[in-house]
């Protein structure tokens, strides 16, 4: 029975010291065997230190292949695993590349002339387009020196004002309001000195009102306001543009004209019927925004009378216009309209 207990008591040490051994090997304090715990001499450089270690690693790293001539001493000691960012290849080729030739007059000359043929394309893309204010204002901002592209531009500009100018009066004698205030416009937008000087000259020669003008007109006075209340064009066939729709502008293109019948009126205001493809509709307008068909010399001074009523001396004078030019005489009360820049 001592026999037994005493192998008993053998058999529990024996196995609680190997429960020991593994417990302090895997917490590391312990080496697992040869050279596996720090690596040999030999793999650390030669000087029996330990290889760093990384707690960073997880799983252990197989070691590269070595190429055929490389020795212990050219390979250096196993690093640490760096962070999972890929390293950035250097540029190839940076501080062997030759210097860049500086550019010489010739290509100078060159880009300048592009430059100058792109601008020259804009600006007579505004010309094709009708905007002779536009172009106007680009032509100044070329800085070319006042060369051969300058001179060129600004004879073709001048013969598009030319035609705008011709183009107006030629609307304003049918009696289409609607499309000489939109030529008006382009003409005079931006605003261009050289332009407007050029419109009031044009007009002063034809004896017409100054249709380029910004001048403010005087507030109307009762006679003015009469006259604009003696205008009935209930049950008339007129054409306005479409409601909502955006003013033409610079860049603009003139929106489709609508037709439609005036089916109320009240003061210097009228109601139409308007038919589209959103169905039947009854916008309420201004009277002088409405161009009635086959006008007459009476009817556009009327409407200049509530144009100038409404403050608005452009239409005013637009509409002066159409009297004169349709064979009529501005009645005295609309004197002040011929007057200005």
């Known amino acids: 029975m001592a026999v037994r207990s005493r192998l008993r008591r053998g058999g529990a040490l024996a196995l609680l010291a190997v429960v020991v051994v593994l417990c302090g090997r895997g917490l590391g304090l312990l080496p697992w065997g040869d050279g596996s715990a720090g690596g040999s001499a030999g793999d650390a450089g030669g000087d029996g230190a330990p ?4 707690a960073a690693v997880v799983a252990p790293v197989p070691p590269l292949p070595l190429p055929p001539d490389a020795t212990a001493a050219t390979v ?28 010489n007059g010739n290509e100078a000359e060159a880009a300048f002339d592009d430059r100058a043929g792109a601008r020259a394309a804009i ?16 032509i100044a901002q070329i800085e070319a020196g006042g060369g ?16 705008g ?8 004698a049918r009696g289409a309001w609607l499309e000489a205030s939109a030529s008006l416009q382009q003409l005079c937008t931006p605003p261009d000195a050289v332009v407007l000087e050029r419109l009031a000259a044009f007009c002063r020669e034809r004896g017409l009102p100054p249709l380029g003008s910004a001048d403010p007109l005087p507030v109307a006075d009762t006679a003015v306001r009469a006259l604009a209340d003696g205008l009935h ?27 439609a019948r005036v089916v109320a009126e009240r003061e210097r205001a009228v109601t139409v019927r308007l038919v589209d493809r959103d169905g039947v509709t009854f916008p309420t307008v201004p009277i002088h925004t409405v161009e009635p ?9 009327a409407m200049a009378a509530a144009a100038w009523s409404a403050g608005d001396g452009r239409a005013a004078r637009l509409w002066a216009a159409v009297v004169q030019l349709r064979g009529g005489a501005l009645p005295p009360v609309l004197a002040a309209l011929a007057g200005g820049r």
């Open 123 to 138: 600006v007579q893309s505004m010309l094709a387009s009708g905007r002779i204010a536009s172009a106007f204002a680009a």
């Open 51 to 54: 290889a760093p270690t990384t």
């Open 233 to 259: 064009l209930l049950d008339r066939a007129v054409q306005l543009s479409p409601p909502g729709a955006r003013a033409v502008e610079d860049d603009a293109v003139m929106p489709a004209l609508v037709r």
């Open 293 to 301: 068909l086959a006008i007459t010399a009476p009817e556009a001074a």
């Open 76 to 103: 250096p000691a196993e690093a640490p695993i760096a962070a999972a960012t890929p390293a950035v290849p250097a540029a190839e080729g940076v501080a062997d590349a030759a210097p860049v030739p500086p550019t």
């Open 148 to 163: 051969a592209t300058v001179a060129r531009l600004r004879q073709q500009a001048d013969r598009a004002f030319t035609v």
């Open 165 to 172: 100018c011709t183009t107006l009066v030629e609307q304003l």
